[in-house]
């Protein structure tokens, strides 16, 4: 009796069926994944400019220019905004899927930020 060596056709077919199916299924989400940690990150990064800002704006002083790194772009703060209580966005950037992309609004005269709706849109 001959013992088997190596995989068969129909084996190896198999195989590449199921990564492709894996594959088909994990990169969407995977794309879903990256964006929603750029929502975040932009969020995060916006919440520490508007303590900041806040803080110096209280204290009757202008707060600094914002550097954007997590998010594209962003408002810079004044005393102007945090004595009006107006709202500033920040964009985040798109990193995978697009559709889901949610910028932040912050309220300059409490300090509180929150992502605006799905699709960069408008605030809630």
Not at 60 to 81: L, Q
């Amino acid at each position: 009796m001959k013992k088997q060596q190596g995989f068969t056709l129909i084996e190896l077919m198999i195989v590449v069926a199921i990564i492709g199916i894996l594959a088909a299924i994990a990169l969407p989400q995977y794309r879903d994944y990256t964006q929603r940690s750029a929502n975040g990150a932009c969020l995060a990064e916006a919440k520490a400019y508007m303590s900041a800002a806040v803080s110096d704006a209280a204290d009757n002083r202008a707060p600094t220019a914002f550097t954007a790194s997590a998010c594209t772009t962003g408002a810079t703060m004044s005393v102007a905004d945090y004595n009006a209580g107006n709202s500033l966005t920040f964009a985040a950037k798109t990193q995978g899927n697009a559709s889901i992309k949610q910028d932040t609004t912050c309220d300059a005269g409490k300090g509180s930020c929150e992502l605006a709706a799905a699709g960069g849109g408008g605030g809630t």
